[in-house]
Protein backbone atom coordinates (compact mmCIF):
# COMPACT_ATOMS: atom_id res chain seq x y z
CA UNK A 1 0.00 0.00 0.00
CA UNK A 2 2.61 2.70 0.80
CA UNK A 3 4.50 1.82 -2.48
CA UNK A 4 1.15 2.23 -4.53
CA UNK A 5 1.08 5.80 -2.15
CA UNK A 6 4.58 6.71 -3.35
CA UNK A 7 3.64 5.67 -7.21
CA UNK A 8 0.58 7.75 -7.67
CA UNK A 9 2.10 10.45 -4.70
CA UNK A 10 -0.57 10.12 -1.92
CA UNK A 11 -0.07 13.10 0.12
CA UNK A 12 -1.96 15.81 2.60
CA UNK A 13 -1.98 18.88 0.69
CA UNK A 14 -4.92 21.90 1.21
CA UNK A 15 -5.03 25.24 -0.22
CA UNK A 16 -7.49 26.34 2.65
CA UNK A 17 -7.25 23.30 5.60
CA UNK A 18 -9.90 23.93 8.30
CA UNK A 19 -9.00 24.64 11.66
CA UNK A 20 -9.92 20.96 12.66
CA UNK A 21 -8.21 19.42 9.85
CA UNK A 22 -5.07 21.20 11.32
CA UNK A 23 -5.48 20.00 14.74
CA UNK A 24 -5.95 16.39 13.56
CA UNK A 25 -2.79 15.71 12.08
CA UNK A 26 0.09 14.08 13.92
CA UNK A 27 2.20 16.58 15.85
CA UNK A 28 5.19 14.19 15.76
CA UNK A 29 6.88 14.23 12.25
CA UNK A 30 4.12 16.61 10.70
CA UNK A 31 4.08 16.89 7.00
CA UNK A 32 4.28 20.41 7.35
CA UNK A 33 6.82 21.36 9.85
CA UNK A 34 10.18 22.79 9.70
CA UNK A 35 12.88 19.98 9.50
CA UNK A 36 15.11 21.70 12.30
CA UNK A 37 12.10 20.52 15.01
CA UNK A 38 12.89 16.68 14.04
CA UNK A 39 15.96 16.81 16.26
CA UNK A 40 13.55 17.29 19.45
CA UNK A 41 11.20 14.22 18.83
CA UNK A 42 14.02 12.42 20.91
CA UNK A 43 14.55 14.28 23.64
CA UNK A 44 13.42 13.31 26.94
CA UNK A 45 11.08 16.17 27.05
CA UNK A 46 9.57 14.94 24.05
CA UNK A 47 9.30 11.43 25.84
CA UNK A 48 7.63 12.74 28.63
CA UNK A 49 4.99 14.44 26.11
CA UNK A 50 3.98 11.36 24.85
CA UNK A 51 3.76 9.47 27.56
CA UNK A 52 2.98 11.42 30.65
CA UNK A 53 0.92 14.26 28.72
CA UNK A 54 -0.61 11.84 25.78
CA UNK A 55 0.47 14.25 22.93
CA UNK A 56 -0.56 12.71 20.06
CA UNK A 57 -2.20 15.41 17.62
CA UNK A 58 -1.48 18.69 17.21
CA UNK A 59 -4.80 19.38 19.27
CA UNK A 60 -2.59 17.61 22.00
CA UNK A 61 -0.16 19.89 21.82
CA UNK A 62 -2.03 22.93 22.26
CA UNK A 63 -3.96 21.63 25.48
CA UNK A 64 -0.61 21.47 27.42
CA UNK A 65 0.04 25.00 26.28
CA UNK A 66 -1.85 26.31 29.37
CA UNK A 67 -2.17 30.25 30.39
CA UNK A 68 1.25 30.53 32.98
CA UNK A 69 0.42 32.90 35.79
CA UNK A 70 2.47 35.78 36.68
CA UNK A 71 3.94 33.64 39.56
CA UNK A 72 5.12 31.38 37.28
CA UNK A 73 8.96 30.53 37.46
CA UNK A 74 11.03 29.35 34.30
CA UNK A 75 12.01 26.65 36.07
CA UNK A 76 10.46 22.81 36.54
CA UNK A 77 10.14 23.17 40.48
CA UNK A 78 8.05 26.01 40.38
CA UNK A 79 4.96 26.07 42.75
CA UNK A 80 2.61 27.94 40.54
CA UNK A 81 -1.25 26.75 40.11
CA UNK A 82 -0.89 25.69 36.85
CA UNK A 83 2.64 23.63 37.57
CA UNK A 84 0.36 22.25 40.39
CA UNK A 85 -1.85 21.07 38.17
CA UNK A 86 0.28 19.35 35.83
CA UNK A 87 1.81 17.42 38.03
CA UNK A 88 -0.80 16.23 39.98
CA UNK A 89 -2.88 15.21 36.66
CA UNK A 90 0.18 13.58 34.42
CA UNK A 91 2.64 12.78 36.75
CA UNK A 92 5.41 15.23 34.99
CA UNK A 93 8.00 16.36 36.67
CA UNK A 94 9.31 19.01 34.97
CA UNK A 95 5.87 20.32 33.33
CA UNK A 96 7.56 23.70 32.32
CA UNK A 97 10.33 21.74 29.91
CA UNK A 98 7.04 19.65 28.12
CA UNK A 99 4.51 23.09 27.73
CA UNK A 100 8.03 25.31 26.45
CA UNK A 101 8.32 21.69 24.00
CA UNK A 102 4.94 21.94 23.05
CA UNK A 103 5.24 25.58 21.74
CA UNK A 104 8.35 24.95 20.20
CA UNK A 105 6.82 22.20 18.06
CA UNK A 106 3.29 23.82 17.43
CA UNK A 107 5.44 27.23 16.13
CA UNK A 108 7.62 24.62 13.70
CA UNK A 109 4.20 24.27 11.43
CA UNK A 110 4.25 26.22 8.53
CA UNK A 111 1.29 28.99 8.42
CA UNK A 112 -0.86 27.44 6.16
CA UNK A 113 -1.27 24.22 8.86
CA UNK A 114 -0.57 26.24 12.01
CA UNK A 115 -3.06 25.76 14.21
CA UNK A 116 -2.62 29.85 15.45
CA UNK A 117 -3.04 30.96 11.79
CA UNK A 118 -5.73 32.55 10.13
CA UNK A 119 -8.30 29.73 8.73
CA UNK A 120 -8.59 32.00 5.64
CA UNK A 121 -5.43 31.87 3.33
CA UNK A 122 -6.32 33.71 0.30
CA UNK A 123 -8.30 31.08 -1.48
CA UNK A 124 -11.33 32.46 -0.45
CA UNK A 125 -12.67 36.65 -1.15
CA UNK A 126 -15.60 37.76 0.80
CA UNK A 127 -17.89 38.68 -2.30
CA UNK A 128 -20.34 40.79 -0.02
CA UNK A 129 -18.07 43.88 -1.08
CA UNK A 130 -19.76 44.44 -4.50
CA UNK A 131 -23.69 44.39 -5.30
CA UNK A 132 -23.99 41.65 -7.59
CA UNK A 133 -26.93 42.35 -10.45
CA UNK A 134 -29.52 39.91 -11.92
CA UNK A 135 -27.77 37.31 -12.92
CA UNK A 136 -24.70 37.92 -12.27
CA UNK A 137 -22.37 35.62 -10.45
CA UNK A 138 -19.19 35.22 -8.63
CA UNK A 139 -16.17 32.66 -10.48
CA UNK A 140 -15.96 29.96 -7.34
CA UNK A 141 -13.27 30.68 -5.00
CA UNK A 142 -13.28 27.10 -3.32
CA UNK A 143 -14.06 26.46 0.39
CA UNK A 144 -12.43 25.04 3.29
CA UNK A 145 -11.49 21.49 3.89
CA UNK A 146 -13.55 20.76 6.81
CA UNK A 147 -11.89 17.20 7.73
CA UNK A 148 -8.41 15.75 7.07
CA UNK A 149 -9.95 13.21 5.16
CA UNK A 150 -10.46 15.74 2.68
CA UNK A 151 -6.99 16.83 2.72
CA UNK A 152 -5.61 13.67 1.04
CA UNK A 153 -4.51 14.22 -2.67
CA UNK A 154 -3.54 11.70 -4.99
CA UNK A 155 -1.53 12.24 -8.51
CA UNK A 156 0.07 15.48 -7.21
CA UNK A 157 3.35 15.04 -8.34
CA UNK A 158 3.04 16.97 -11.86
CA UNK A 159 5.00 19.90 -11.61
CA UNK A 160 3.98 23.27 -13.11
CA UNK A 161 6.40 25.00 -15.50
CA UNK A 162 8.37 27.69 -14.50
CA UNK A 163 5.91 31.07 -14.52
CA UNK A 164 7.09 34.63 -14.09
CA UNK A 165 5.88 37.21 -11.26
CA UNK A 166 2.65 38.71 -11.68
CA UNK A 167 2.42 42.30 -11.08
CA UNK A 168 2.47 43.20 -7.13
CA UNK A 169 -0.88 43.16 -5.21
CA UNK A 170 -2.22 46.30 -4.90
CA UNK A 171 -1.38 48.71 -1.78
CA UNK A 172 -3.38 48.95 1.15
CA UNK A 173 -3.34 52.74 0.19
CA UNK A 174 -6.60 51.67 -2.71
CA UNK A 175 -9.34 52.63 -0.52
CA UNK A 176 -12.27 51.63 -3.22
CA UNK A 177 -11.22 49.46 -5.77
CA UNK A 178 -12.09 50.13 -9.12
CA UNK A 179 -14.68 48.43 -10.91
CA UNK A 180 -14.52 47.25 -14.71
CA UNK A 181 -17.39 46.11 -16.75
CA UNK A 182 -15.70 43.92 -19.66
CA UNK A 183 -17.58 42.39 -22.72
CA UNK A 184 -15.90 38.72 -24.00
CA UNK A 185 -16.48 36.40 -26.92
CA UNK A 186 -15.00 34.03 -28.87
CA UNK A 187 -15.43 33.55 -32.68
CA UNK A 188 -14.07 30.18 -34.92
CA UNK A 189 -14.21 29.66 -38.45
CA UNK A 190 -14.02 26.05 -39.57
CA UNK A 191 -15.02 24.72 -35.90
CA UNK A 192 -14.39 20.68 -35.32
CA UNK A 193 -12.16 20.85 -38.63
CA UNK A 194 -8.66 20.73 -39.33
CA UNK A 195 -8.12 23.67 -40.65
CA UNK A 196 -9.91 25.44 -37.56
CA UNK A 197 -8.66 29.24 -36.68
CA UNK A 198 -10.27 30.32 -33.33
CA UNK A 199 -10.03 33.93 -32.05
CA UNK A 200 -10.99 35.80 -28.81
CA UNK A 201 -12.51 39.27 -28.63
CA UNK A 202 -12.51 41.57 -25.55
CA UNK A 203 -14.07 44.71 -25.35
CA UNK A 204 -13.78 47.33 -22.77
CA UNK A 205 -15.78 50.77 -24.26
CA UNK A 206 -15.47 52.87 -27.58
CA UNK A 207 -12.09 53.62 -28.72
CA UNK A 208 -10.76 52.05 -25.40
CA UNK A 209 -6.75 51.24 -26.12
CA UNK A 210 -7.68 48.10 -23.85
CA UNK A 211 -9.62 46.68 -26.46
CA UNK A 212 -8.08 44.01 -27.89
CA UNK A 213 -8.42 41.21 -30.35
CA UNK A 214 -6.19 37.80 -30.36
CA UNK A 215 -5.84 34.77 -32.24
CA UNK A 216 -6.15 31.65 -29.51
CA UNK A 217 -2.65 30.67 -28.92
CA UNK A 218 -2.86 27.14 -28.68
CA UNK A 219 -3.37 24.08 -30.22
CA UNK A 220 -6.72 23.44 -29.82
CA UNK A 221 -9.10 25.77 -32.26
CA UNK A 222 -12.57 25.65 -31.10
CA UNK A 223 -15.09 27.99 -30.12
CA UNK A 224 -15.23 27.08 -26.69
CA UNK A 225 -11.28 28.01 -26.45
CA UNK A 226 -11.87 30.75 -27.76
CA UNK A 227 -14.47 32.06 -25.20
CA UNK A 228 -12.80 30.65 -22.21
CA UNK A 229 -9.36 32.40 -23.55
CA UNK A 230 -10.78 35.91 -23.83
CA UNK A 231 -12.25 35.83 -20.59
CA UNK A 232 -8.59 34.95 -19.58
CA UNK A 233 -7.21 37.41 -20.76
CA UNK A 234 -9.84 40.12 -19.19
CA UNK A 235 -8.81 38.47 -15.99
CA UNK A 236 -5.17 38.22 -16.51
CA UNK A 237 -5.05 41.97 -17.58
CA UNK A 238 -6.43 43.80 -15.11
CA UNK A 239 -4.83 44.91 -12.00
CA UNK A 240 -5.43 42.68 -9.61
CA UNK A 241 -6.98 45.12 -7.29
CA UNK A 242 -9.89 45.84 -9.57
CA UNK A 243 -13.61 44.23 -9.49
CA UNK A 244 -14.09 42.58 -12.61
CA UNK A 245 -17.81 42.31 -14.23
CA UNK A 246 -17.36 40.20 -17.26
CA UNK A 247 -20.25 39.83 -19.56
CA UNK A 248 -19.98 36.73 -22.07
CA UNK A 249 -22.53 34.67 -24.23
CA UNK A 250 -20.75 31.31 -23.28
CA UNK A 251 -23.35 29.45 -20.57
CA UNK A 252 -20.49 26.92 -20.63
CA UNK A 253 -17.69 29.16 -19.81
CA UNK A 254 -19.63 31.01 -16.96
CA UNK A 255 -21.59 27.57 -15.80
CA UNK A 256 -17.94 26.06 -15.53
CA UNK A 257 -16.44 29.14 -13.69
CA UNK A 258 -19.19 29.73 -11.06
CA UNK A 259 -20.87 26.19 -10.74
CA UNK A 260 -18.70 23.07 -11.29
CA UNK A 261 -14.71 24.26 -11.27
CA UNK A 262 -14.54 23.36 -7.46
CA UNK A 263 -15.59 19.81 -8.62
CA UNK A 264 -13.42 19.53 -11.25
CA UNK A 265 -10.70 20.84 -9.25
CA UNK A 266 -11.14 18.17 -6.37
CA UNK A 267 -11.35 15.82 -9.59
CA UNK A 268 -8.26 17.11 -10.65
CA UNK A 269 -10.02 18.27 -14.32
CA UNK A 270 -10.15 14.88 -14.79
CA UNK A 271 -12.80 14.38 -18.04
CA UNK A 272 -12.40 18.02 -19.05
CA UNK A 273 -10.73 18.86 -22.24
CA UNK A 274 -10.60 22.65 -21.38
CA UNK A 275 -9.65 21.51 -18.30
CA UNK A 276 -6.06 23.31 -18.40
CA UNK A 277 -8.17 26.81 -19.66
CA UNK A 278 -10.51 26.09 -16.68
CA UNK A 279 -7.56 25.67 -13.98
CA UNK A 280 -5.86 28.42 -15.33
CA UNK A 281 -8.67 30.98 -15.37
CA UNK A 282 -9.68 29.86 -11.57
CA UNK A 283 -5.61 30.83 -10.50
CA UNK A 284 -5.86 33.68 -11.51
CA UNK A 285 -9.28 35.23 -10.24
CA UNK A 286 -8.05 33.21 -6.68
CA UNK A 287 -5.25 35.09 -6.85
CA UNK A 288 -6.45 38.49 -7.64
CA UNK A 289 -7.97 40.45 -4.17
CA UNK A 290 -10.28 42.36 -6.47
CA UNK A 291 -14.05 40.27 -7.44
CA UNK A 292 -14.83 38.90 -10.64
CA UNK A 293 -18.20 38.27 -11.82
CA UNK A 294 -19.39 36.64 -14.94
CA UNK A 295 -23.02 37.64 -16.40
CA UNK A 296 -24.83 35.77 -19.69
CA UNK A 297 -26.54 37.58 -22.28
CA UNK A 298 -27.51 36.62 -25.40
CA UNK A 299 -25.46 36.43 -28.05
CA UNK A 300 -26.27 38.46 -31.64
CA UNK A 301 -29.20 40.23 -29.83
CA UNK A 302 -28.44 43.97 -30.05
CA UNK A 303 -26.56 44.71 -27.43
CA UNK A 304 -23.65 46.63 -28.58
CA UNK A 305 -20.30 45.34 -26.23
CA UNK A 306 -21.66 41.57 -27.07
CA UNK A 307 -21.65 42.80 -30.70
CA UNK A 308 -18.19 44.45 -30.51
CA UNK A 309 -16.19 41.82 -28.81
CA UNK A 310 -17.47 39.47 -31.54
CA UNK A 311 -16.22 41.87 -34.65
CA UNK A 312 -12.87 41.78 -32.33
CA UNK A 313 -13.22 37.72 -32.41
CA UNK A 314 -14.09 37.77 -35.75
CA UNK A 315 -10.68 39.71 -36.73
CA UNK A 316 -8.57 37.46 -34.24
CA UNK A 317 -9.65 34.61 -36.51
CA UNK A 318 -7.74 36.33 -39.33
CA UNK A 319 -4.36 37.13 -37.64
CA UNK A 320 -1.64 34.60 -37.76
CA UNK A 321 -1.52 31.45 -35.55
CA UNK A 322 1.50 32.19 -33.05
CA UNK A 323 1.76 29.38 -30.06
CA UNK A 324 3.05 31.27 -27.21
CA UNK A 325 4.41 29.36 -23.96
CA UNK A 326 2.98 31.80 -21.60
CA UNK A 327 -0.45 31.42 -22.92
CA UNK A 328 -1.40 29.49 -19.91
CA UNK A 329 0.81 31.27 -17.38
CA UNK A 330 -0.71 30.73 -13.88
CA UNK A 331 0.09 33.55 -11.37
CA UNK A 332 2.95 33.98 -8.98
CA UNK A 333 0.82 32.24 -6.11
CA UNK A 334 -1.30 29.41 -7.50
CA UNK A 335 -3.86 29.21 -5.61
CA UNK A 336 -5.51 25.67 -7.34
CA UNK A 337 -5.46 22.22 -5.83
CA UNK A 338 -2.21 20.13 -6.26
CA UNK A 339 -3.47 16.82 -7.61
CA UNK A 340 -6.95 15.08 -6.74
CA UNK A 341 -8.98 15.06 -3.91
CA UNK A 342 -9.09 11.01 -2.39
CA UNK A 343 -12.34 11.33 -0.75
CA UNK A 344 -13.88 12.81 -4.58
CA UNK A 345 -12.63 10.37 -6.75
CA UNK A 346 -14.84 7.75 -8.27
CA UNK A 347 -13.24 4.27 -9.86
CA UNK A 348 -13.70 5.78 -13.66
CA UNK A 349 -11.48 8.83 -12.86
CA UNK A 350 -9.00 6.64 -11.57
CA UNK A 351 -8.29 4.58 -14.59
CA UNK A 352 -9.10 7.69 -16.92
CA UNK A 353 -6.23 9.46 -14.68
CA UNK A 354 -3.86 6.43 -15.08
CA UNK A 355 -4.26 5.69 -18.25
CA UNK A 356 -3.68 9.18 -19.37
CA UNK A 357 -0.54 9.20 -17.69
CA UNK A 358 0.57 5.56 -18.84
CA UNK A 359 -1.13 6.58 -22.74
CA UNK A 360 0.66 4.57 -25.31
CA UNK A 361 1.32 7.14 -28.59
CA UNK A 362 -0.86 5.95 -31.47
CA UNK A 363 0.18 3.21 -33.90
CA UNK A 364 0.69 4.42 -37.06
CA UNK A 365 -1.33 2.32 -39.05
CA UNK A 366 -3.98 3.93 -37.30
CA UNK A 367 -2.80 7.37 -38.04
CA UNK A 368 -2.86 6.59 -41.90
CA UNK A 369 -5.66 5.35 -41.52
CA UNK A 370 -7.63 8.37 -39.48
CA UNK A 371 -5.76 10.73 -42.16
CA UNK A 372 -7.37 8.76 -44.94
CA UNK A 373 -10.11 9.33 -43.48
CA UNK A 374 -9.94 13.37 -42.89
CA UNK A 375 -8.79 13.15 -46.70
CA UNK A 376 -12.01 11.30 -47.58
CA UNK A 377 -14.27 13.59 -45.80
CA UNK A 378 -12.54 16.52 -46.85
CA UNK A 379 -12.86 15.18 -51.12
CA UNK A 380 -16.62 14.16 -50.18
CA UNK A 381 -17.88 17.39 -47.61
CA UNK A 382 -15.22 20.20 -48.52
CA UNK A 383 -13.92 20.60 -45.37
CA UNK A 384 -10.84 17.74 -43.43
CA UNK A 385 -12.03 17.05 -40.11
CA UNK A 386 -9.67 17.22 -37.08
CA UNK A 387 -8.31 14.27 -36.02
CA UNK A 388 -10.72 14.38 -32.73
CA UNK A 389 -13.87 14.77 -34.92
CA UNK A 390 -13.00 11.44 -36.69
CA UNK A 391 -12.97 9.56 -33.21
CA UNK A 392 -15.84 11.78 -32.09
CA UNK A 393 -17.91 10.18 -35.33
CA UNK A 394 -17.58 6.44 -34.69
CA UNK A 395 -19.68 7.04 -31.49
CA UNK A 396 -22.30 8.90 -33.32
CA UNK A 397 -25.83 8.40 -32.02
CA UNK A 398 -27.24 7.05 -35.15
CA UNK A 399 -25.18 4.21 -35.42
CA UNK A 400 -25.94 1.27 -33.02
CA UNK A 401 -23.73 -0.03 -29.88
CA UNK A 402 -22.06 -2.86 -32.38
CA UNK A 403 -21.83 -0.91 -35.16
CA UNK A 404 -20.01 1.88 -33.15
CA UNK A 405 -17.72 -0.67 -31.71
CA UNK A 406 -17.24 -1.63 -35.27
CA UNK A 407 -16.22 1.28 -36.56
CA UNK A 408 -13.84 2.32 -33.97
CA UNK A 409 -11.95 -1.20 -34.22
CA UNK A 410 -11.75 -1.03 -37.91
CA UNK A 411 -10.15 2.13 -37.22
CA UNK A 412 -7.54 0.89 -35.02
CA UNK A 413 -7.10 -1.93 -36.86
CA UNK A 414 -7.73 -4.10 -33.96
CA UNK A 415 -9.59 -7.10 -35.81
CA UNK A 416 -7.37 -10.10 -36.44
CA UNK A 417 -7.37 -10.50 -40.24
CA UNK A 418 -5.12 -10.21 -42.96
CA UNK A 419 -1.71 -9.28 -41.76
CA UNK A 420 -1.85 -10.56 -37.89
CA UNK A 421 -1.75 -13.74 -39.10
CA UNK A 422 1.15 -13.77 -41.16
CA UNK A 423 3.43 -13.80 -38.11
CA UNK A 424 2.06 -17.01 -36.64
CA UNK A 425 3.34 -20.04 -37.54
CA UNK A 426 0.98 -22.60 -38.92
CA UNK A 427 -1.79 -19.99 -39.28
CA UNK A 428 -0.72 -18.28 -42.08
CA UNK A 429 -3.27 -19.69 -44.31
CA UNK A 430 -6.36 -17.46 -42.21
CA UNK A 431 -5.00 -14.23 -43.87
CA UNK A 432 -5.96 -14.97 -47.40
CA UNK A 433 -8.91 -14.30 -48.99
CA UNK A 434 -10.02 -17.64 -50.18
CA UNK A 435 -12.65 -16.62 -52.46
CA UNK A 436 -9.73 -13.85 -54.06
CA UNK A 437 -6.65 -15.65 -52.88
CA UNK A 438 -5.46 -12.47 -51.78
CA UNK A 439 -4.02 -11.07 -48.58
CA UNK A 440 -7.71 -9.93 -46.34
CA UNK A 441 -7.44 -6.51 -44.37
CA UNK A 442 -10.27 -4.46 -43.63
CA UNK A 443 -10.77 -2.57 -47.07
CA UNK A 444 -10.54 -6.00 -49.34
CA UNK A 445 -13.09 -7.13 -47.01
CA UNK A 446 -15.51 -4.34 -47.37
CA UNK A 447 -15.03 -3.21 -50.75
CA UNK A 448 -13.04 -5.74 -52.65
CA UNK A 449 -13.59 -9.24 -52.07
CA UNK A 450 -15.40 -11.26 -54.77
CA UNK A 451 -18.08 -12.32 -52.26
CA UNK A 452 -21.63 -12.48 -53.67
CA UNK A 453 -23.01 -11.22 -50.45
CA UNK A 454 -20.43 -7.85 -49.86
CA UNK A 455 -21.13 -6.77 -54.02
CA UNK A 456 -25.22 -7.47 -53.65
CA UNK A 457 -25.62 -5.48 -50.25
CA UNK A 458 -23.90 -2.43 -51.37
CA UNK A 459 -25.57 -2.79 -54.71
CA UNK A 460 -28.89 -2.59 -52.69
CA UNK A 461 -27.43 0.39 -50.52
CA UNK A 462 -26.80 2.50 -53.74
CA UNK A 463 -30.04 1.02 -55.14
CA UNK A 464 -31.84 2.80 -51.70
CA UNK A 465 -29.50 5.99 -51.94
CA UNK A 466 -30.41 6.69 -55.04
CA UNK A 467 -33.90 7.12 -54.24
CA UNK A 468 -33.00 10.47 -52.73
CA UNK A 469 -29.73 11.53 -54.56
CA UNK A 470 -28.05 11.24 -57.60
CA UNK A 471 -24.61 10.54 -56.39
CA UNK A 472 -23.12 7.20 -55.64
CA UNK A 473 -21.79 5.75 -52.10
CA UNK A 474 -18.68 5.54 -51.81
CA UNK A 475 -16.37 3.24 -53.13
CA UNK A 476 -13.01 4.06 -50.58
CA UNK A 477 -12.42 2.36 -46.91
CA UNK A 478 -12.30 6.34 -45.60
CA UNK A 479 -15.50 6.82 -46.81
CA UNK A 480 -16.74 4.37 -44.95
CA UNK A 481 -15.26 4.38 -41.76
CA UNK A 482 -15.60 8.10 -41.54
CA UNK A 483 -19.36 7.85 -42.35
CA UNK A 484 -20.50 9.41 -39.19
CA UNK A 485 -18.89 12.63 -41.02
CA UNK A 486 -21.72 13.33 -43.27
CA UNK A 487 -22.75 16.69 -43.47
CA UNK A 488 -24.78 16.91 -46.51
CA UNK A 489 -25.97 20.32 -47.82
CA UNK A 490 -29.48 21.46 -49.67
CA UNK A 491 -29.34 25.17 -50.92
CA UNK A 492 -26.59 26.13 -48.52
CA UNK A 493 -28.34 24.62 -45.81
CA UNK A 494 -27.74 21.33 -43.42
CA UNK A 495 -29.89 18.37 -44.78
CA UNK A 496 -30.13 16.38 -41.38
CA UNK A 497 -32.22 14.10 -42.59
CA UNK A 498 -30.11 12.88 -45.86
CA UNK A 499 -27.23 13.18 -43.43
CA UNK A 500 -28.98 10.63 -41.18
CA UNK A 501 -29.94 8.39 -43.90
CA UNK A 502 -26.37 8.05 -45.01
CA UNK A 503 -25.08 7.07 -41.92
CA UNK A 504 -27.77 4.53 -41.26
CA UNK A 505 -27.27 2.98 -45.06
CA UNK A 506 -23.36 2.79 -45.47
CA UNK A 507 -22.70 1.40 -41.51
CA UNK A 508 -25.64 -1.24 -41.59
CA UNK A 509 -24.40 -2.48 -44.77
CA UNK A 510 -20.44 -2.20 -44.21
CA UNK A 511 -21.67 -3.96 -40.74
CA UNK A 512 -23.50 -6.87 -42.25
CA UNK A 513 -20.47 -7.56 -44.69
CA UNK A 514 -18.86 -8.01 -41.59
CA UNK A 515 -21.05 -10.07 -40.36
CA UNK A 516 -21.92 -12.47 -43.08
CA UNK A 517 -17.86 -12.62 -43.86
CA UNK A 518 -17.15 -13.85 -40.34
CA UNK A 519 -19.98 -16.27 -41.01
CA UNK A 520 -18.14 -18.16 -43.92
CA UNK A 521 -15.00 -17.88 -42.73
CA UNK A 522 -14.90 -18.88 -38.87
CA UNK A 523 -18.53 -20.44 -38.54
CA UNK A 524 -19.06 -22.43 -41.46
CA UNK A 525 -15.03 -22.72 -42.44
CA UNK A 526 -15.32 -21.51 -45.96
CA UNK A 527 -17.28 -24.42 -46.99
CA UNK A 528 -18.87 -23.23 -50.59
CA UNK A 529 -22.22 -24.96 -50.25
CA UNK A 530 -22.89 -22.90 -46.79
CA UNK A 531 -22.19 -19.25 -48.62
CA UNK A 532 -24.76 -17.12 -48.59
CA UNK A 533 -26.62 -16.32 -51.82
CA UNK A 534 -27.53 -13.32 -53.32
CA UNK A 535 -31.14 -13.75 -52.49
CA UNK A 536 -30.27 -14.16 -48.78
CA UNK A 537 -28.02 -10.93 -48.77
CA UNK A 538 -31.04 -9.35 -49.84
CA UNK A 539 -33.36 -11.06 -47.39
CA UNK A 540 -30.97 -10.03 -44.48
CA UNK A 541 -29.87 -6.16 -45.89
CA UNK A 542 -33.37 -5.75 -46.00
CA UNK A 543 -34.33 -6.56 -42.45
CA UNK A 544 -31.05 -4.53 -41.44
CA UNK A 545 -32.67 -1.67 -42.50
CA UNK A 546 -36.70 -2.43 -41.67
CA UNK A 547 -35.16 -2.87 -38.21
CA UNK A 548 -33.88 0.41 -38.00
CA UNK A 549 -36.70 2.01 -39.47
CA UNK A 550 -38.95 0.05 -36.91
CA UNK A 551 -36.17 1.31 -33.80
CA UNK A 552 -36.75 4.70 -35.36
CA UNK A 553 -40.59 4.71 -34.86
CA UNK A 554 -40.21 3.43 -31.50
CA UNK A 555 -37.84 5.54 -30.38
CA UNK A 556 -40.16 8.46 -31.43
CA UNK A 557 -42.41 8.09 -28.28
CA UNK A 558 -42.60 10.90 -26.25
CA UNK A 559 -44.76 9.46 -23.53
CA UNK A 560 -42.15 6.36 -22.86
CA UNK A 561 -39.16 8.25 -23.68
CA UNK A 562 -39.50 11.96 -22.91
CA UNK A 563 -36.95 14.13 -23.62
CA UNK A 564 -34.62 11.35 -24.93
CA UNK A 565 -37.21 10.66 -27.61
CA UNK A 566 -36.07 10.54 -31.08
CA UNK A 567 -37.22 13.78 -33.21
CA UNK A 568 -40.18 12.94 -35.12
CA UNK A 569 -39.59 15.10 -37.63
CA UNK A 570 -35.77 14.04 -37.74
CA UNK A 571 -37.47 10.48 -38.31
CA UNK A 572 -39.74 11.23 -41.13
CA UNK A 573 -37.46 13.49 -43.09
CA UNK A 574 -34.52 10.64 -43.18
CA UNK A 575 -37.04 8.16 -44.71
CA UNK A 576 -39.35 9.96 -46.76
CA UNK A 577 -39.13 8.88 -50.44
CA UNK A 578 -37.16 5.31 -49.04
CA UNK A 579 -40.86 3.42 -48.41
CA UNK A 580 -42.72 0.94 -50.04
CA UNK A 581 -46.18 2.15 -50.86
CA UNK A 582 -45.74 5.49 -48.87
CA UNK A 583 -48.74 7.29 -50.56
CA UNK A 584 -50.66 4.92 -49.18
CA UNK A 585 -49.48 5.24 -45.40
CA UNK A 586 -50.89 6.91 -42.97
CA UNK A 587 -50.21 10.95 -42.75
CA UNK A 588 -48.13 10.56 -39.82
CA UNK A 589 -46.46 6.82 -40.30
CA UNK A 590 -43.47 7.94 -38.72
CA UNK A 591 -44.92 8.30 -35.40
CA UNK A 592 -45.60 5.49 -32.76
CA UNK A 593 -49.17 4.63 -32.46
CA UNK A 594 -49.23 2.53 -29.02
CA UNK A 595 -46.94 0.34 -31.17
CA UNK A 596 -46.46 -0.98 -34.44
CA UNK A 597 -49.69 -2.98 -35.64
CA UNK A 598 -53.27 -1.33 -36.36
CA UNK A 599 -52.40 0.78 -39.72
CA UNK A 600 -55.53 1.03 -41.91
CA UNK A 601 -53.81 2.00 -45.34
CA UNK A 602 -50.76 0.36 -46.24
CA UNK A 603 -49.56 -1.50 -43.22
CA UNK A 604 -46.34 -0.93 -41.27
CA UNK A 605 -44.42 1.06 -43.59
CA UNK A 606 -41.41 -0.91 -44.81
CA UNK A 607 -38.06 0.11 -46.81
CA UNK A 608 -38.84 0.42 -50.25
CA UNK A 609 -37.84 -2.92 -52.53
CA UNK A 610 -35.05 -2.77 -54.14
CA UNK A 611 -33.68 -6.21 -54.98
CA UNK A 612 -35.74 -9.26 -56.10
CA UNK A 613 -39.32 -9.45 -54.36
CA UNK A 614 -40.26 -10.48 -51.38
CA UNK A 615 -42.14 -13.78 -52.71
CA UNK A 616 -38.44 -14.41 -54.71
CA UNK A 617 -36.28 -13.61 -51.58
CA UNK A 618 -35.79 -16.76 -49.37
CA UNK A 619 -34.02 -17.19 -45.89
CA UNK A 620 -30.89 -19.41 -45.98
CA UNK A 621 -32.48 -22.37 -44.20
CA UNK A 622 -35.09 -22.56 -46.94
CA UNK A 623 -32.29 -21.75 -50.01
CA UNK A 624 -30.29 -24.42 -48.53
CA UNK A 625 -33.71 -26.80 -48.09
CA UNK A 626 -33.82 -26.12 -51.64
CA UNK A 627 -30.90 -26.63 -53.16
CA UNK A 628 -30.57 -30.11 -50.67
CA UNK A 629 -33.28 -31.33 -52.70
Not at 136 to 157: K, M, Q, W, Y
Not at 479 to 494: E, I, N
Request: aromatic share 6%.
Amino acid sequence: MLKLAREYNVRVSALNPSKEAREDLPIWYHIQSDPSARRLYKTKTAKCLRKRHKVILVRDALKVLVTLGGDHEYQNNCLCDPCKMIRTQSGCPHPHDCITLAATLVSKILPRWSPQSRTDQGAVTNASTIELEEGEEVIARGTPEENLRDTITIFSGTTRPEIEDAASLPTDGEATPRTTVIYTDGACTNNGMESAKAGSGIWYGDDDPRNKSIRVPLKKQTNQTAELMAILTAVRDNPPGDNLRIVSDSRYAINGLTKYATKWEARNWVGNQHGDLFRCITAWTRWRQGITTLKWTKGHNGTKGNEEADKLAKEGTAKPLASSPDALRAPAKDLTAQGANLAKLEQKDFYRIIRDKNRIPARTRTERMVGRIQACAEDTFGQPPGAEAVWSATKHRDFTRKTRDFLWKSTQHAYKVGEYWTHINGYEGRGICPLCDDQEDMEHILMKCKSKARSTAWRLANDLWAKTDDTKLPANIGDVLGCGLAAFTTDGKPNDGKSRLYRIIVSETAYLIWKIRNERRIRDDDGEERHNTEEEATTRWRKALNRRLTNDRFLTDTTRFRKRALNAELVKRTWTGCLENEEALPQEWYKTRGGFSGYVAGGSPRIRQVGPSPTQARSPTQSRAAASA
